[in-house]
């Protein structure tokens, strides 16, 4: 097994492809096998994709996929198996019991097999995420495969995963390199920052690293026009980030920023917040009315009465199967919802889409990925200790290359942390 641990920026990822390259030299694949990758999030799979889409030599034999998708695949393909095992049926959108599941089959030498028949080396990236279900899906593949991983315990920002118990399996079963060298910015503010936050001290501010206090609402958008009109070079991307759109402080700001100028003339800006794949569902289903159990014919005129677009005809489509070779008399509303979001998630798997120069966006959506500049959002309202906020901060700060602005909604925060 090859590991890598590193901060932010450290070139996990790359380390992850040379390890790779060495691997498939010393032991090509055979004909019909393929390279797996497996990452938590989206967004990393994709980025994944493409990195491994840049590997000579690799172009069409590499498979990216999300752990949870891997695991339905397995219990769906495994599930006479699984019932022999005593595990009973498996809700499609209960993950991580597919993941326990998954880790079961896995454990057993013919399902553990046959994977690796097909996908000798598997990848896992930011595993620092993944729960002790999916960790035992990775525990079972190590010992069948080439196994090449990359964490960060600091980047985790879910509470129940401390200590993280993924990293503290790695460093039992290798000896992981670890990289400390930070390799998106040279930029001594942020990387200070970044330091600052991992070692548990606060960020000051210094350079192109700025951290603003607003006295008001109406203050924050012009902060916030300014540091993008100062700092955005012609072309460049840039992301305003936030802990929490719980309040109202983050979207009052972002909508204020893209309908006006600020004081000295910067902006607007054409902002747009990225839907996860929950809103981007319910923006499909708002129209979708349906009331109690109903037959084939009252459930299609429901989807065609609120929509034609894809993820629902999907759902029209899926309807007429059920009817027609399933037999299925009755339809329910909370059933052809979950058909639209299964639907949803695939189109958005499938097609990544181009980013926008200008976005707003969570930390948890802005996780692996990098902009010329950030600008952080930082609300009064949020919840975890404080050990959890020092996380949420570098997690937005360190997707910044050339800048990053730090705008809190209230002077009092710069006597809590992470600010203190």
């Keep these: 097994m090859f590991a890598v641990e590193g901060g932010a920026g450290c070139g996990k990822t790359h380390e992850l492809m040379a390890a790779l390259s060495r691997v498939l030299e010393r032991a090509p694949l055979a004909p019909g096998q393929r390279v797996l990758a497996l990452t938590f999030m989206q967004g990393a799979k994709h980025r994944l994709h493409e990195r491994l889409r840049s590997l000579q030599g690799l172009a069409g034999r590499a498979e990216c996929a999300t752990i949870d998708s891997f695991a339905w695949r397995l219990v769906r393909r495994w599930r006479g198996l699984l019932t022999v095992l005593g595990v009973g049926a498996i809700h499609e959108e209960d993950y991580d019991a597919q993941c326990a599941a998954a880790g079961v089959l896995l454990e057993r030498p013919e399902v553990v097999g046959w994977v690796a028949a097909s996908f000798p080396i598997v990848l896992v990236d930011e595993a620092q995420d993944?729960?002790?279900?999916?960790?035992?899906?990775?525990?079972?593949?190590?010992?069948?495969?080439?196994?090449?991983?990359?964490?960060?315990?600091?980047?985790?920002?879910d509470a129940n995963l401390r200590p993280n118990p993924f990293v503290r399996w790695l460093r039992g079963a290798t000896e992981p390199l670890v990289l400390d060298r930070v390799r998106?910015?040279?930029?001594?503010?942020?990387?200070?920052?970044?330091a600052a936050l991992r070692a548990g001290r606060a960020p000051r501010s210094q350079g192109t690293f700025k951290i603003i206090a607003s006295r008001g609402d109406n203050q924050a958008p012009s902060f916030v026009s300014n540091?993008?009109?100062?700092?955005?070079?012609?072309?460049?991307?840039?992301?305003?980030?936030?802990?929490?759109r719980a309040g109202p402080f983050a979207t009052h700001v972002v909508r204020r920023?893209?309908?006006?100028?600020?004081?000295?003339?910067?902006?607007?800006?054409?902002?747009?917040?990225?839907?996860?794949?929950?809103?981007?569902?319910?923006?499909?289903?708002?129209?979708?009315?349906?009331?109690?159990?109903?037959?084939?014919?009252?459930?299609?005129?429901?989807?065609?009465?609120?929509d034609t677009s894809g993820p629902m005809r999907a759902a029209r489509q899926w309807v007429l199967l059920q009817a027609r070779a399933g037999g299925q008399a009755a339809f329910t509303r909370e059933e052809i919802a979950a058909?639209?979001?299964?639907?949803?998630?695939?189109?958005?798997?499938?097609?990544?889409?181009?980013?926008?120069?200008?976005?707003?966006?969570?930390?948890?959506?802005?996780?692996?990925?990098?902009?010329?500049?950030?600008?952080v959002l930082w609300p009064y309202q949020l919840g975890g200790d404080d050990e959890h906020r020092r996380r949420l901060l570098y997690n937005a700060v360190t997707r910044a290359r050339n800048w990053c602005t730090v705008v809190v909604q209230n002077e009092n925060l710069l006597a809590t942390a992470p600010f203190a």
């Design 130 to 157: 993944l729960k002790p279900e999916r960790l035992r899906m990775v525990a079972a593949l190590s010992d069948a495969v080439e196994m090449l991983v990359a964490a960060d315990e600091f980047q985790c920002l």
């Design 184 to 194: 998106r910015t040279r930029v001594p503010g942020l990387l200070d920052a970044a």
């Design 227 to 244: 540091a993008i009109g100062w700092g955005r070079p012609p072309g460049g991307t840039v992301a305003l980030i936030t802990p929490s």
């Design 257 to 306: 920023v893209a309908e006006r100028a600020s004081g000295r003339g910067f902006g607007p800006y054409p902002i747009r917040w990225e839907r996860s794949d929950d809103e981007d569902a319910e923006r499909f289903l708002a129209t979708f009315v349906l009331a109690g159990t109903v037959s084939m014919t009252d459930a299609i005129a429901a989807i065609d009465a609120a």
């Design 339 to 375: 058909v639209v979001r299964r639907e949803v998630k695939m189109r958005r798997r499938r097609h990544a889409g181009a980013e926008h120069r200008m976005a707003a966006m969570t930390v948890h959506q802005a996780k692996n990925r990098e902009f010329d500049g950030v600008v």
